[in-house]
């Protein structure tokens, strides 16, 4: 190549990059920051004063509707307050009254089957808990039996059970205690199952225990002998639904549910009755279960200390209240469900006024859309009675019609300013983004060429100025400067390329090629750079690659692009690997180096145009930020995607996936389209 071919091929350059600036330029102006805030600000400032006025213009004319109703239904609502006092003292003087003639347990079950509480605490005079009641211990005497009671025990602490359990048979049946002889029937009954008699035993409870005697014996820690002895019995049957098990476990629960027998404490109760659960859940049930295991609960946690006071209270649970009779001896719990359908029974009556319902407001919650509110009363502290609409017509048509005035002027002033701005900000933007785009590209193209032709003008001095040309120094000349020529040549086809792009004239050609015709095309062009000493190329290819439907100049453009890119940002040793590969319906075409690698905060933004993440290398190398960018756009026109896996001193991964078969047949369609 002689120095006239050089110096025209300059020119040439020249003026294509002139025609690409002058085309790119021309599809925007100027723009700046300080109309789009100018505008904002004249835009906003009207429509919140508008907003503003019409608001408050609304809410006045709603509150002057909101007084007038409030005045017409706030004795309505006194006498629902009444109501709903009423309704506490009758529902404490109820449950004061089963307190007063019945003994404690009865009371409770009586307060539980009325189903005005979910379950209660009876409490005497002094306030100490008479209900749930804790086992008091029993003195048994055997009396003139005591010596055969002894030597049972010592027949069964030596392991003899059955001459044990025959001594403890003849001292139940010699004595007159009841107490004495439940417990020593008890006894033999544990000493025969020691034994293996389980039949025996099961025989014993059922003959024994089902008399009247044993109803109301217990044994030293005051447990009732006759229940434990019956479970003992149905745990030693297997068969569950034999007549047996179902007569022993019918007279259980009625003896569980027999709140007459003072003897039988909560605790034993509440530990039987779940264990009958557990033997049979679906035939037995018990209705105080629930209660027992309330008050339980809340016995626990000393309410004697809080039950002074005829207003409900919180309990340990956050869905239960307590409230205490006049009297302090009843302790109601009731559940947050019965207490608001209680509540609403109540107020029946009253809870329909006119246009408007009354409502029950917990400590909880708040009404913002009741017109007016009062307290439930002193029986409720913190609970209140609220005023609702039910239908908000007749109050609406108090203010309608100047509240629709405001309405529409507003919501039409708003409206058309919001479509003018958005309209105006549109077009701001887009003449913002193509300035930006204008100087983008004017700073990168006068950086990029600037090396290159200086370059090129000093070789073409050089050999201009010599007297001689020799032959050796004129030939590396004319390599570097083709060289040179070759890095224009690529810069100027980005710009090519991107001006393409961005006036939405690129046309793809599609048809059906092997992959391994464009991975060789794409070789082939970055050979000569990757020909030197410390570069290395590594090209692996899949056998019986499907073909693609692939634009070839294009997809070979993404891939030389890759591949420049891989050798340009690895560091003296390059190592970079070009591999294609058929997986899951694509093709896969991946680019590995070991360069510097990318950040994980630089990694969303790589495949815009005119971004580079190491300006440096830009610097020193070639490249205007276009190539990824380019890539990407070729990527999606495939309908496939590009994607990059790297970390910072690690290397980087670019893989680009293009779908096959059916997926390609439709990519064609619609370039033919």
């Given at each position: 190549?002689?120095?006239?071919?050089?110096?025209?091929?300059?020119?040439?350059?020249?003026?294509?990059?002139?025609?690409?600036?002058?085309?790119?330029?021309?599809?925007?102006?100027?723009?700046?920051?300080?109309?789009?805030?100018?505008?904002?600000?004249?835009?906003?400032?009207?429509?919140?004063?508008?907003?503003?006025?019409?608001?408050?213009?609304?809410?006045?004319?709603?509150?002057?509707?909101?007084?007038?109703?409030?005045?017409?239904?706030?004795?309505?609502?006194?006498?629902?307050?009444?109501?709903?006092?009423?309704?506490?003292?009758?529902?404490?003087?109820?449950?004061?009254?089963?307190?007063?003639?019945?003994?404690?347990?009865?009371?409770?079950?009586?307060?539980?089957?009325?189903?005005?509480?979910?379950?209660?605490?009876?409490?005497?005079?002094?306030?100490?808990?008479?209900?749930?009641?804790?086992?008091?211990?029993?003195?048994?005497?055997?009396?003139?039996?005591?010596?055969?009671?002894?030597?049972?025990?010592?027949?069964?602490?030596?392991?003899?059970?059955?001459?044990?359990?025959?001594?403890?048979?003849?001292?139940?049946?010699?004595?007159?205690?009841?107490?004495?002889?439940?417990?020593?029937?008890?006894?033999?009954?544990?000493?025969?199952?020691?034994?293996?008699?389980?039949?025996?035993?099961?025989?014993?409870?059922?003959?024994?225990?089902?008399?009247?005697?044993?109803?109301?014996?217990?044994?030293?820690?005051?447990?009732?002998?006759?229940?434990?002895?019956?479970?003992?019995?149905?745990e030693l049957i297997t068969n569950r639904n034999s007549p047996v098990f179902q007569s022993i476990a019918q007279r259980l629960a009625v003896r569980l549910m027999d709140y007459e027998n003072p003897l039988l404490a909560a605790p034993q109760r509440r530990f039987l009755m779940k264990e009958m659960k557990r033997f049979s859940p679906d035939k037995i049930t018990f209705p105080t279960l629930a209660a027992e295991q309330l008050a339980a609960e809340v016995g626990e946690s000393r309410p004697e200390a809080t039950a002074r006071v005829f207003a409900l209270q919180r309990t340990v649970r956050p869905d239960l209240w307590q409230l205490t009779?006049?009297?302090?001896?009843?302790?109601?719990?009731?559940?947050?469900?019965?207490?608001?359908?209680?509540?609403?029974?109540?107020?029946?009556?009253?809870?329909?006024?006119?246009?408007?319902?009354?409502?029950?407001?917990?400590?909880?919650?708040?009404?913002?859309?009741?017109?007016?509110?009062?307290?439930?009363?002193?029986?409720?502290?913190?609970?209140?009675?609220?005023?609702?609409?039910?239908?908000?017509?007749?109050?609406?048509?108090?203010?309608?019609?100047?509240?629709?005035?405001?309405?529409?002027?507003?919501?039409?002033?708003?409206?058309?300013?919001?479509?003018?701005?958005?309209?105006?900000?549109?077009?701001?933007?887009?003449?913002?983004?193509?300035?930006?785009?204008?100087?983008?590209?004017?700073?990168?193209?006068?950086?990029?060429?600037?090396?290159?032709?200086?370059?090129?003008?000093?070789?073409?001095?050089?050999?201009?100025?010599?007297?001689?040309?020799?032959?050796?120094?004129?030939?590396?000349?004319?390599?570097?400067?083709?060289?040179?020529?070759?890095?224009?040549?690529?810069?100027?086809?980005?710009?090519?390329?991107?001006?393409?792009?961005?006036?939405?004239?690129?046309?793809?050609?599609?048809?059906?090629?092997?992959?391994?015709?464009?991975?060789?095309?794409?070789?082939?062009?970055?050979?000569?750079?990757?020909?030197?000493?410390?570069?290395?190329?590594?090209?692996?290819?899949?056998?019986?690659?499907?073909?693609?439907?692939?634009?070839?100049?294009?997809?070979?453009?993404?891939?030389?692009?890759?591949?420049?890119?891989?050798?340009?940002?690895?560091?003296?040793?390059?190592?970079?690997?070009?591999?294609?590969?058929?997986?899951?319906?694509?093709?896969?075409?991946?680019?590995?180096?070991?360069?510097?690698?990318?950040?994980?905060?630089?990694?969303?933004?790589?495949?815009?145009?005119?971004?580079?993440?190491?300006?440096?290398?830009?610097?020193?190398?070639?490249?205007?930020?276009?190539?990824?960018?380019?890539?990407?756009?070729?990527?999606?026109?495939?309908?496939?995607?590009?994607?990059?896996?790297?970390?910072?001193?690690?290397?980087?991964?670019?893989?680009?996936?293009?779908?096959?078969?059916?997926?390609?047949?439709?990519?064609?369609?619609?370039?033919?389209?």
């Open positions: 190549m002689c120095p006239g071919a050089v110096g025209k091929q300059i020119a040439h350059c020249n003026a294509e990059l002139r025609r690409i600036i002058r085309t790119i330029l021309r599809a925007g102006q100027d723009g700046d920051v300080w109309p789009v805030v100018l505008l904002l600000f004249a835009v906003l400032v009207p429509a919140v004063c508008l907003l503003w006025f019409m608001a408050a213009a609304m809410r006045n004319e709603r509150l002057a509707a909101q007084q007038k109703l409030a005045a017409v239904y706030r004795a309505q609502l006194s006498a629902a307050q009444a109501r709903l006092q009423q309704h506490w003292k009758e529902t404490a003087a109820e449950l004061e009254k089963f307190v007063a003639i019945t003994p404690a347990s009865a009371a409770f079950a009586k307060c539980v089957e009325s189903e005005i509480v979910d379950s209660v605490l009876i409490f005497d005079e002094e306030g100490r808990i008479l209900y749930p009641n804790t086992p008091s211990a029993i003195e048994i005497d055997f009396g003139e039996l005591e010596p055969k009671w002894q030597e049972a025990n010592r027949l069964e602490y030596l392991g003899k059970h059955m001459e044990a359990a025959k001594q403890y048979d003849a001292v139940a049946r010699a004595t007159t205690n009841d107490n004495a002889a439940a417990r020593a029937f008890q006894s033999e009954a544990r000493c025969r199952v020691q034994a293996g008699q389980n039949e025996a035993v099961i025989q014993l409870i059922s003959e024994v225990f089902s008399k009247e005697r044993c109803r109301h014996a217990a044994d030293p820690q005051g447990r009732l002998i006759a229940a434990n002895a019956e479970l003992l019995a149905l009779t006049p009297s302090h001896r009843v302790l109601a719990l009731i559940g947050s469900d019965k207490l608001l359908a209680a509540t609403k029974a109540a107020l029946a009556p009253d809870n329909s006024v006119g246009a408007a319902d009354v409502a029950l407001v917990s400590p909880d919650m708040d009404a913002p859309e009741a017109f007016v509110t009062l307290p439930a009363g002193e029986q409720m502290p913190g609970w209140r009675l609220a005023l609702l609409v039910q239908d908000r017509g007749f109050f609406e048509a108090t203010a309608g019609r100047q509240t629709a005035v405001y309405l529409w002027t507003g919501v039409l002033a708003v409206a058309g300013m919001g479509i003018l701005t958005l309209i105006t900000l549109r077009l701001i933007r887009r003449q913002v983004a193509l300035a930006r785009l204008k100087n983008d590209l004017a700073a990168t193209v006068s950086h990029e060429l600037k090396t290159p032709l200086a370059s090129m003008r000093v070789l073409v001095d050089t050999l201009l100025d010599s007297e001689k040309f020799d032959e050796q120094k004129t030939r590396e000349y004319l390599r570097l400067i083709a060289q040179e020529n070759e890095r224009l040549a690529r810069l100027i086809q980005n710009f090519l390329t991107f001006s393409r792009l961005e006036r939405k004239k690129y046309t793809f050609h599609f048809s059906l090629l092997p992959a391994r015709q464009i991975v060789d095309a794409a070789v082939e062009s970055v050979r000569a750079r990757f020909d030197v000493p410390g570069c290395r190329l590594d090209v692996q290819i899949d056998d019986h690659l499907p073909p693609v439907m692939a634009d070839a100049d294009a997809l070979a453009a993404a891939l030389i692009n890759l591949l420049e890119n891989a050798h340009k940002y690895s560091e003296e040793i390059k190592h970079v690997v070009l591999r294609a590969r058929a997986e899951k319906g694509s093709v896969i075409f991946s680019v590995t180096d070991n360069g510097i690698g990318i950040a994980p905060r630089e990694r969303r933004r790589i495949f815009q145009p005119f971004y580079q993440v190491n300006q440096r290398l830009s610097r020193e190398g070639c490249g205007c930020g276009l190539g990824l960018s380019i890539v990407h756009f070729i990527a999606t026109s495939h309908r496939g995607s590009v994607s990059v896996e790297s970390q910072p001193g690690c290397g980087s991964t670019f893989t680009l996936a293009l779908p096959l078969g059916s997926e390609a047949a439709s990519i064609r369609r619609e370039a033919i389209a």
